[in-house]
């Protein structure tokens, strides 16, 4: 029975896909380095957001070997605004390990630093057909509906560790990259989180949530509790360039941000030189389950952003003239604040 399921699911959703895939940059003439960018840019990213940011990767970085030899500083600025700047680290460090030995298998994919089980299914199945399936949110959320999964899980992982069979069961085996590509569309423009289009589904014939009016409870998952914080920070300028220092929460969320510039954290020994001025902006970010508010102050004295960083308190600060910040590796977040607090 699961086996006429399984070939109905592949038939109907690969000609669905055949007539409706979105045309998108690293589909016209694919390419293992388009495909290999494209899945370390979508890894947190929505296509729609980063869409702009690969046009421009590829222009700055054609190939594995052009992004081989780019510094790290411009590689972690042409990635700004994306987030989670961990990924173009690793992208960069993989272009370069690529370089000097090529890989190609799932398995070899998996031992590159930063790529995981759906980054490396992804790239083996859509490069190299290698029938290894891809699981991801998406796919946890189609395969739930799909067969009607109404258990709750407590996190990701576990939902990976139950569906991830299944997804290698209906995976085709004979057209794996298509296959998979088709699953992510369907998950991405059909089968989405709010209001899925099941009227309009090509596999609706074979869904059996659809059928048992349980789409609303597939996937279930526990609620995590979100933690929020304050953070001070200064708005150190004077009349041609501003502070900035690398990241301190790129310390806390396992070095997502590390090397990446943010304006400086308020510290009692700073605040005992420059004093406390006012309070000037207020901004909110998140990364994993934690929120951040963000207070922006100026400082009380009058400053010179040169002088300062010979004190020890700003030593590991860097100075930025105005009209060099767009070529900042800075955070996203602080990247729109400072275009705003120079307005
Ligand atoms: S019928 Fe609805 S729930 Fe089932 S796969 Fe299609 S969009 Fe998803």
Same mark, same amino acid.
């Given at each position: ?105 799932? =398995?070899? $994919? ?34 739930? =509906? ?88 200064? $708005? ?33 020994? @700073? ?13 909110? @970010? ?40 767009? =070529? ?16």
């Amino acid at each position: 029975m699961r086996l006429i399921l399984e070939s109905k699911f592949q038939s109907l959703l690969l000609n669905w896909y055949s007539k409706n895939a979105r045309i998108l940059p690293w589909r016209s003439k694919p390419s293992l380095y388009k495909t290999v960018v494209s899945e370390f840019m979508l890894q947190q990213t929505q296509v729609k957001t980063m869409l702009p940011y690969f046009e421009r990767w590829m222009r700055l970085f054609p190939s594995f070997e052009a992004l081989s030899e780019a510094n790290e500083s411009n590689v972690l600025t042409a990635w700004a605004g994306l987030g989670y700047y961990a990924r173009a680290k690793c992208l960069h460090e993989c272009a370069r390990g690529f370089v000097k030995n090529p890989v190609n298998s799932y =398995r070899q $994919w998996l031992n590159c630093k930063g790529i995981g089980d759906y980054t490396a299914a992804a790239i083996a199945s859509i490069a190299f057909d290698e029938a290894v399936a891809v699981v991801d949110g998406n796919v946890i959320r189609v395969l739930c =509906r799909l067969l009607s999964i109404t258990e709750s899980f407590k996190t990701k992982e576990v939902a990976l560790k139950i569906i991830r069979p299944i997804a290698n069961q209906f995976l085709s085996k004979t057209n794996p990259g298509k296959y998979n590509e088709a699953l992510m569309e369907l998950g991405a423009i059909v089968c989405t989180k709010q209001k899925p289009r099941c009227e309009v589904c090509p596999v609706k014939s074979c869904c059996k949530s659809y059928q048992k009016d349980t789409v609303h409870l597939c996937p279930h998952f526990f609620q995590v509790k979100r933690t929020c914080c304050t953070m001070q920070r200064y $708005w150190i300028r004077d009349t041609h360039a501003f502070l900035l220092e690398p990241s301190t929460v790129g310390k806390v969320f396992r070095n997502t941000l590390q090397g990446l510039l943010e304006l400086p954290i308020m510290t009692p020994q @700073r605040m005992s030189v420059v004093g406390l001025g006012k309070l000037i902006f207020t901004g909110k @970010r998140s990364i994993g389950p934690k929120d951040f508010i963000e207070q922006i102050y100026s400082p009380q004295k009058q400053v010179n952003s040169q002088s300062l960083m010979s004190l020890p308190e700003f030593s590991n600060c860097v100075r930025v003239p105005f009209d060099q910040r767009q =070529r900042l590796a800075c955070t996203g977040p602080h990247k729109r604040w400072i275009s705003k607090l120079l307005q």
